[in-house]
């Protein structure tokens, strides 16, 4: 048996893993790669393997970065099987049209400019009739159930707590005799996590491919969430402001309703919460997001696997995405209004990192006032745009202008739908029979070390980070036996450029702030000044030849 890692390898994005055994090829996810620049021009790549020898898929869950490159697996010839659960089917169904149809405006965007310079037109990754078309190929499986996909193959299908139907994956193979099992985790959850089960254990495991998001942090816990939220809220309410949350339209948003629900639902017990809780009353919310209305429907469709306490909510008759002020807007106009209005509200809208999306439209209105609060539920990947204001950023650059960044940020990072350190460490330590060897996957790199060295520290366990390409063999000791690398030069000098373009855009902010710290303190003289404009002209000058030239 072999599994080579090609995605989510010290990166939180693009999952893809090959395993090979029993005579079959198959998938694990097959995820865009989202944030960095460099990390993004990978989803246009061709596939490092051959999907004609793909024999079938198994899917962790709905989230794009584990399930966004399946329609260009589709569009590129693949006609196999894709196993996932109902309900990672009925969301894959309206989020991966949703993907296609931002490729599709994205690569408009930016053929508008390639138009004006007289350059190639750009093809998008996969259109929204593509990944509609891509739907063909799933197979909804139930959790529980022992599945023979072939003689020597049999898998299973766990709850991962992480979102509406995720999945940490059970696979036996069995060669020359010998049954083998490797366990992949997908995304586990957080145990505080709003309708969802906690992570199901698993007893045992050979092999473990384990997620490590949060391998260096402790999350906040439940109830000092809940209240900090609250507080949050009703401070900017009070003081006339908007809220504004970014969050992702399948999962974050659902749990977010989920908590405004109880407080809403809640009874006062003391005076200060009584008045909290009237302010909040009379404030409407806005969920402000097509995807994520159609995924509370389909979370509405499937409450058969929420927990035991939203499930005994559902027996006495309270919906716990529905309360008094909630309003959906479907429409642009509806979308529009909100930013035209005086009123005091809560705008829930996707994306999440702040990419693309409505979301967009309400920072640009709303986040330059500082009686306005922008509050972040979910893990900002770097290089989006939700990263660089949650890490401080002075100004924000959305739709080419310049907006200064004066509302309140805040970050809760408890919401999170990833299990923390000490949920990982809990959920290995849980293993009747530990697992001979951990990969880490799906973690930044800093965080994946000191996750490794806790592991190894507690355990005892052997622990591997691998790297793009690597191909370990786990037949009997774990070893590479193989590796993809990216090091064709051009290919190479393509992401150094990429890479020196970033840390030039984040040079020149700096530069940006300092010089104009210094003119408004008037700390330079005239002749200081003038020296600095003509630096400033010829550096001007070759950005020009380069663009002009290149």
């Known amino acids: 048996m072999k599994v080579t890692f090609f995605g989510a390898t010290k990166t939180v994005t693009g999952s893809n893993f090959l395993v090979e055994g029993a005579g079959k090829k198959f998938l694990i996810d097959c995820g865009l790669y989202q944030g960095l620049d460099k990390e993004e021009i990978k989803n246009a790549e061709p596939f490092p393997y051959d999907i004609n020898e793909i024999d079938f898929m198994l899917l962790t869950h709905a989230h794009i970065d584990h399930s966004g490159r399946i329609p260009k697996l589709y569009k590129e ?3 196999n099987k894709i196993y996932a659960t109902n309900a990672t089917c009925d969301l894959c169904a309206i989020m991966l049209p949703d993907s296609g149809h931002i490729q599709e405006t ?42 023979e996909l072939d003689d020597d193959i049999h ?22 005799g010998v049954n083998k099992k490797i366990v992949f985790t997908g995304d586990l959850g957080n145990n505080d996590i709003p309708l969802l089960s906690e992570p199901t254990m698993i007893e045992d495991a050979d092999f473990l491919v384990m997620e490590s998001t949060y391998g260096n942090r402790l999350h906040m816990r439940n109830d000092n ?32 309703l989920y908590e405004l629900n109880k407080i809403k639902e809640s009874d006062a017990d003391t005076p200060e919460f009584e008045k909290k809780y009237e302010v909040l009353m ?78 967009k439209h309400h920072l640009k209105h709303n986040i330059w006032s500082p009686k306005n609060t922008i509050l972040f539920v979910g893990y900002q990947a770097p290089g989006t745009l939700g990263r660089k204001i949650v890490d401080g950023a002075k100004t924000i650059k959305i739709f080419g202008e310049e907006i ?74 774990v070893k590479i036996s193989g590796a993809i ?29 300092i010089v104009k710290e210094d003119i408004l303190a008037n700390s330079v003289n005239d002749d200081e000044i003038n020296k600095l404009n003509e630096r400033i002209k010829a550096l001007e000058r070759q950005i020009v030849e380069i663009v002009e030239n290149k």
């Open 225 to 256: 969430k809940a209240k900090l939220f609250i507080d949050i809220v009703t401070d900017t309410l009070r003081q006339g402001g908007t809220v504004v949350i970014p969050s992702f339209a399948v999962g974050r948003t659902q749990e977010i």
């Open 282 to 359: 009379n404030t409407p919310v806005y969920v402000d997001s097509p995807l994520a209305i159609s995924a509370t429907e389909v979370f509405r469709e499937n409450m058969d696997l929420f927990d035991e306490e939203t499930q005994e909510l559902i027996r006495r008759g309270d919906n716990p995405l529905e309360f008094p002020g909630l309003r959906f807007t479907q429409t642009v106009d509806e979308s529009r209004e909100l930013n035209e209005s005086n009123e005091s509200s809560i705008i829930i809208s996707a994306s999440g990192m702040c990419e693309v999306g409505r979301i």
């Open 485 to 513: 690398r990216h090091e064709n030069i051009k290919e190479y000098r393509k992401l150094e450029i990429i890479d020196r373009m970033e840390t030039l855009k984040e040079e020149l902010i700096d530069m940006e702030n």
């Open 106 to 147: 994205e690569t408009e965007w930016k053929n508008r400019k390639r138009i004006r310079r007289g350059e190639e037109l750009l093809v998008p990754i996969y259109d929204a009739e593509t990944a509609a078309r891509s739907l063909e190929l799933f197979k909804g499986v139930p959790y529980d159930q022992i599945i």
């Open 404 to 477: 200064a960044v004066n509302a309140r940020i805040e970050y809760i990072e408890g919401y999170s739908g990833h299990a923390d350190q000490e949920g990982l460490l809990n959920f290995i330590y849980s293993f009747i029979k530990k697992p001979d060897h951990i990969f880490l996957v799906h973690g930044e790199e800093e965080g994946q070390k000191v996750l490794k060295d806790k592991i190894i520290e507690t355990t005892n366990l052997p622990v591997t980070i691998p790297s793009y390409g690597e191909t370990y063999d786990l037949s009997e000791k």
């Open 155 to 176: 898998v299973r299908f766990n709850d991962a707590g992480h979102m509406l139907g995720s999945s940490i994956i059970e696979v036996w193979i069995k060669e020359n």
């Open 77 to 79: 010839g693949y006609r």
